[in-house]
């Protein structure tokens, strides 16, 4: 599905108030989670500027030669956010507790509400297990409010064909709308507060302006090339926050870039996480491992 941008409401003139760069982050050393996932995480829930957002991975680009033996991680609990995965190369297969499963390539975002508790795994699938190949892709977690945190687990698989694509003016390149609202083009993700998620590729040379609203969190990470965002140069696997106050993203691409464009209205509750449960006090993070061990966020059946 393509869209051509005339209608402007996310494309601003440069005199609406730019959103001020707070910092551009490198990423940090890797580590593994499982044997499939070798990721940087770009930031974490001990961050409160990035609200509603909580961690982002960023998981390759890394070759993984064939093998007979799925790599992945295994069974594994979360309460109280959703689970975002975008596979830009490889394939990933998920199934959890609750009922939820799918396999998702590239270009395809698998969106999970782990809500009031589940467990699940995400392996490689077999195909590219058998094949090898080159994996990415990007894991984020969105916080949910207080009121949602034990809504029931849901699972959407959103398939790249489900993705509306937009051709930015003047060839400067595309933009995927996962979730939110760009140039009056909705995303088909199903949030539960406003959260903006949109795959950008920018050619070298040309540039585009954005607009996220006055008041909503604004962060691109950058996987490939090179950008300046209102003024700040950012490289390869760099992060660059934005200020909330603002609304206008101005993006210059040096070298042909591949982003990853994050917005969303901050939730403003206390973050309170242990591992894979995030909720808003400690009492509520000792109830979810209780309430995990006791085997009530479910289990996998066998395969
Ligand atoms: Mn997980």
Do not use: C
Request: aromatic share 6%; proline share 7%; charged share 20%.
């Amino acid at each position: 599905m393509t869209t051509t941008a005339t209608a402007t409401k996310n494309t601003v003139s440069t005199d609406t108030a730019l959103k001020s760069v707070i910092h551009v982050r490198s990423a940090p050393g890797g580590h593994w989670v499982g044997d499939g996932f070798p990721v940087r995480t770009m930031f974490g829930y001990d961050d409160p500027q990035v609200s509603p957002f909580l961690l982002l991975d960023y998981a390759g680009p890394r070759h993984f030669p064939a093998s007979d033996t799925p790599r992945g991680v295994g069974e594994h609990p979360h309460r109280g956010f959703e689970t975002v995965t975008i596979v830009y190369s490889g394939e990933v297969e998920h199934r959890d507790s609750a009922g939820g499963g799918g396999k998702i390539g590239p270009g395809d975002v698998q969106w999970m509400t782990a809500g009031s508790g589940l467990v699940h795994e995400e392996m490689h699938s077999p195909a590219f297990t058998e094949s090898g190949g080159t994996f990415e892709a990007v894991q984020l977690w969105v916080n949910l409010p207080a009121r949602l945190k034990m809504t029931p687990p849901k699972y959407q698989t959103i398939l790249s064909s489900d993705i509306p694509e937009i051709a930015l003016e003047g060839d400067a390149g595309t933009l995927r709308v996962i979730a939110g609202t760009a140039t009056n083009v909705k995303g088909p993700a199903d949030t539960f507060t406003p959260v903006a998620l949109w795959d950008v590729r920018l050619n070298a040379g040309k540039g585009t302006v954005l607009s996220l609203p006055d008041g909503h969190m604004a962060a691109i990470m950058v996987m490939a090339g090179s950008i300046v965002v209102n003024g700040s140069l950012v490289r390869e696997a760099e992060f660059v926050l934005l200020d909330k106050k603002g609304e206008a993203l101005r993006i210059d691409a040096q070298k042909d870039a591949k982003l990853l464009i994050l917005g969303g209205e901050p939730l403003n509750e206390p973050v309170f996480g242990y591992g894979p449960f995030v909720m808003n006090t400690r009492e509520e993070i000792i109830q979810a491992a209780n309430d995990f061990n006791a085997g009530k966020m479910g289990r996998l059946s066998p395969k």
